[in-house]
């Protein structure tokens, strides 16, 4: 076997095999350095992007110095949280190694290990202050192993980095306490270690699957019951005590970039910074947003923006559990064990997720009005659960058209139930049974969608008009399906007069869904006045946390 452009584009689409298999057991062994349990879809994302621009490059089938390039771009470009953005250098590094090999007709072996150490000194290089235990250990480990290998054979010599890449990854709980109090090995460290499984699975096709005891049911053992620091570590409790998560490419030169980096080290933790050709992925955790984007913009030109609340998803966990239990917690929706039909909902808050999720929705895809999601991202949802029929409840207009593209673009039998917002998508659910085919499915839930009269309050953002005169911007709107039906100055009085549009003699049951703007007294003077003036009606209160849409309202 030779080094080769084809050489990488098998390794690299073997990890993408591998990743998709076993994407879901390394989210969930995700609880560092918060729960957010993402780890897993972040690295298959993150290769997806990789075999992404392989795929659209020319000649990167064929030429290695472009197949590089390639590898380097695409994981860059695509790289996800935390874990993709180390894995992103990793990549280059293992290219660009095994390049410089082929450069000088080293032996397979020989090419393979350069690969290896570079990608350890690349993703050392990216994190400002590393901690022992993740990812970084494994592949430091593995590439020490590989620098000091006499095997000439390249398939020995790949069995020897397997089996030291796993020992790694046992030993992670012994270096991190926050694994060893979970009884769980280093997430992103397994995900290091189906990428050594593909490098040998590639080079040897007689290579059987080996077992990850780490992914069963049966927690791993950690050989250290009392690390050496006593507790908690200080690079731990540093970063979990952070609130937010940014993450953009920069364009900037490396000049700014130096500068950029020592007023991040200042402001937050978790800190990878990486680029080339003046490019730089960037993501840190920290509790001053605006002091993270300025930076950036001093530096050069951020863009891609994506910001987490941190503190939301460890208090999702905190849901996840006390509904599911501590044993199996899947932070991604209902498990479709069983299912005939998946079901996947857009939601544009945490609570509102997490409302979907204890309805049995199989997967969230977060975004909703100024961030909707796009139909790759919708498509990945889909490709991620594992039955062959899926319904999804866009929950927003805009989103439905991209819905129906992700739908026809999907091998699988998907049907888009066109709910234009999150009550009609919890109303829809109510009649949702996965033991039934999602053609059965579909017309009981539309027509539940159907029943349910809807409304959203909001702002204006620049002056209009409607039917009934003047909107000056900054003045509330209440929309039902009918469109505006109710402004006024305050928030209160807009909310009044959309549910007495949306309330009728029939109605049994009004709904309220707290987003970003809406206030503890407003939401109790408005269930006073309707307990007062609707003494049969039910009111049920949520919050969802939703951004531009103070509340969210449903009669039924």
Known sequence: MEISATLLNRIVRRYVELLGEFKEPINRLNVYPVPDGDTGSNLYLTLVSVLKELDSTAEAGTDLSICCKAISKGALMGARGNSGVIFSQIARGFAEGVAESA????????????????????ADAAVLRPVEGTILSVARKTA?????????????????????????????????????????????????????????????????????????????ESTNEDPSDG????????ISDLKYEVMFLLEASEQAVAGFREVWAGIGDSIVIVGQDALWNCHIHTDDIGAAIEAAIEAGKPKNIRVT??????????????????????????PEINHKTGVIAIANGGGVGRIFRSMGVNRIVFGGQSMNPSTAEILAAVDELHVDQVIVLPNNSNIIPVAKMAADMSDRDVKVLPTKGVIEGFSALLEFDPAATAEQNYP????????????????????????????????????SRDGIVAVEKDILHTLKKLLLRLITTESELVTLIEGEGSGVGITREITQWLSADYPNLEIEIHHGGQPLYPYLVGVE
């Open 444 to 479: 009981a839930m539309l027509r539940s969608a159907e029943k349910v009269a809807a409304g959203e309050i909001t702002q204006a953002v620049r002056n209009s008009s409607w039917v009934n005169g003047k909107i000056a911007k900054g003045d509330y709107l209440g929309i």
């Open 309 to 334: 609340d941190l503190s939301e998803q460890v208090a999702e966990e905190g849901w996840v559990t006390n509904a599911h239990g501590s044993g199996a917690p899947d932070p991604f929706g209902a």
């Open 144 to 220: 020490e192993a590989a620098s000091n290998l006499t095997e000439t054979n390249y398939q020995d010599a790949i069995d020897d980095l397997r089996r030291v890449a796993s020992d790694s990854l046992l030993d992670t709980p012994n270096q991190l306490r926050i694994l060893a109090q979970a009884n769980v090995v280093d997430a992103g460290g397994a995900g290091f270690v189906l990428f050594i499984d593909a490098i040998a699975q590639v080079l040897n096709e007689s290579t059987q699957p080996v077992e990850y005891p780490w992914f069963g049911s049966t927690p791993v």
């Open 103 to 122: 450069a000088v007709d080293d032996s397979i072996t020989k090419a393979i290990c350069n690969g290896l150490v570079k990608a350890s000194k690349l």
């Open 231 to 238: 507790g908690k570590s200080q690079e731990y409790r540093d």
